[in-house]
């Protein structure tokens, strides 16, 4: 099954059958490291039902923009249900036009974040660019996926192995890595045996950012 046809059919589903018990913890590391202050533009990437907006509602309040991306409409249409994003937008993270998201959060993102999302897009490097070309200069950014677990918790491989063929990502992908090689004062946390990773850090500003 393509990723797309499996998150069309998962939406309905996707808050129970996603393993939220075990996968907001990392969510909730991300969003206590980000750190995010009222009236900031945030921009969540691979939104999905919209399972973060809740707590980055509550951080940014009611001034704040909130822009959700993700490249399924069935999911989406659970996330605008929540009644929490600015705006929703229906398009490939890796395509994305990065003018557009700019605009409609009315300037470059204070924040970003992308919780499981990035190691299901087979070209998450691409999509990857996408967010340093919307990030302000100092923006703070936010990855959390998944590996296999480490340590004494390597029993739990076969499980963390299926759980990701299940939703479509790719295990391997390590898409924190962008975070550890673009960004400065990167904190790192894990969970779950080392199956969960976070990475936040500060967006490097350079020649023409
Ligand atoms: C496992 S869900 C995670 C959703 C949400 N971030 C969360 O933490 O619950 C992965 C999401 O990534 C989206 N996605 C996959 N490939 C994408 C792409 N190339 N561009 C945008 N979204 C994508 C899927 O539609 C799905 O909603």
């Known amino acids: 099954m393509g990723r797309a046809d499996r998150y069309r059919w998962v939406a309905p589903v996707y808050d129970l059958v996603s393993g939220e018990p075990v996968y907001r913890r990392g969510r909730r590391l991300a969003l206590g490291m980000l750190g995010l202050r009222p009236g900031e533009r945030v921009l969540d990437v691979g939104c999905g039902t919209g399972l973060n907006h809740e707590g980055v509602r509550t951080a940014i309040g009611a001034g704040g923009r909130l822009v959700g991306l993700d490249s399924s409409p069935q999911m989406l249409a659970r996330a605008r249900a929540r009644g929490l994003a600015t705006e929703l937008v229906q398009a490939d993270a890796a395509a994305v036009d990065p003018v557009e998201l700019v605009a409609l959060a009315g300037g470059r993102f204070d924040a970003v974040l992308a919780t499981y999302s990035l190691s299901l897009m087979p070209h998450w490097p691409a999509a990857w660019e996408r967010v340093l070309a919307v990030a302000a200069p100092g923006a703070r950014l936010a990855v959390v996926d998944m590996q296999r677990p480490v340590g004494r918790s390597v029993a739990l491989d076969r499980?963390?192995?299926?759980?990701?063929?299940?939703?479509?990502?790719?295990?391997?992908?390590?898409?924190?890595?962008?975070?550890?090689?673009?960004?400065?004062?990167?904190?790192?946390?894990?969970?779950?045996?080392?199956?969960?990773?976070?990475?936040?850090?500060?967006?490097?500003?350079g020649p023409g950012s």
Do not use: M
Request: proline residues 2%; positive net charge; glycine residues 10%.
């Open 159 to 205: 499980l963390a192995r299926a759980a990701c063929a299940l939703g479509g990502a790719d295990i391997e992908a390590h898409p924190w890595t962008a975070v550890e090689r673009d960004c400065d004062r990167v904190r790192s946390a894990s969970a779950v045996g080392g199956h969960i990773q976070v990475r936040v850090g500060v967006r490097r500003s």
